[in-house]
């Protein structure tokens, strides 16, 4: 395995990689043929719980750490993260966001704004009229309201899907909710020989709900997601 600069995991060749390689390789013996009507059918539990065990094993000493992964945020602080992380480089993404947060702290402070006035402070980062949009229709939707706690409810948000749904439950309110993109979507691939590759399939979906743990749920999707 290794850390590419878009947080996947991918195999180097030439076997050029030390102790995290070993995440992926230890599963080849145990790779099922996923063609099944349902994705991941043919995985037993066994394989599923050791891939687990694995991938936390891993995180204690490999998560990076970024202001938004922070346990102490809230909903409205993870959601406007992942709104800022859309098709951009989390790295990228940090002096932004703080200086985001410093101006308005939730969604509510948002409300008497301008899209122009939004879209200035996220020029650096690019689709600054697209990222403006999204949050200010978020919040005249929210409207003073608290953040919806089901991925239903959530959904019913403006330019709010699975995964930012998934996300905001996962990371804003430490619920068990599972989250695919396609760098997870690769790591599932390699482990698990799958082979859909359109991450908002919902069969994909129901099997990354199926291997997410119902303990350390949290930490397992952020070693998922780096």
Not at 50 to 67: A, G, K, M, T
Not at 111 to 124: D, F, I, R, S
Request: aromatic content about 10%; proline content about 6%; charged content about 30%.
């Amino acid at each position: 395995l290794k850390r590419a600069k878009s947080s996947c995991f991918y195999i180097q060749g030439q076997r050029g990689l030390e102790r995290p390689t070993s995440i992926i390789e230890e599963y080849t013996s145990y790779r099922f043929p996923i063609r099944l009507l349902m994705i991941g059918g043919d995985v037993s539990r066994e394989t599923i719980e050791r891939f687990r065990e694995d991938l936390l094993d891993w995180s204690e000493s490999n998560l990076r750490e970024f202001p938004w992964r922070d346990p102490e945020r809230s909903p409205h602080e993870v959601m406007i993260a992942e709104i800022l992380l859309q098709r951009t480089r989390a790295d990228n993404v940090v002096p932004i966001y703080e200086e985001f947060l410093k101006r308005y702290p939730d969604f509510d402070a948002l409300t008497e704004l301008t899209a122009k006035e939004v879209a200035e402070l996220l020029q650096p980062l690019g689709l600054q009229n697209r990222r403006a949009e999204s949050l200010l229709d978020i919040a005249s939707q929210i409207d003073g309201t608290a953040i919806p706690e089901t991925r239903e409810e959530l959904m019913e948000l403006p330019h709010v899907g699975l995964y930012v749904s998934g996300a905001t439950l996962s990371f804003g309110f430490d619920r068990p909710a599972a989250i695919v993109d396609s760098n997870v979507m690769r790591v599932y691939e390699r482990v698990f020989d799958i082979q859909e590759r359109r991450p908002r399939n919902d069969e994909l979906w129901a099997f990354a709900e199926r291997v997410l743990p119902d303990d350390h749920h949290r930490q397992y999707n952020l070693a998922i997601l780096d």
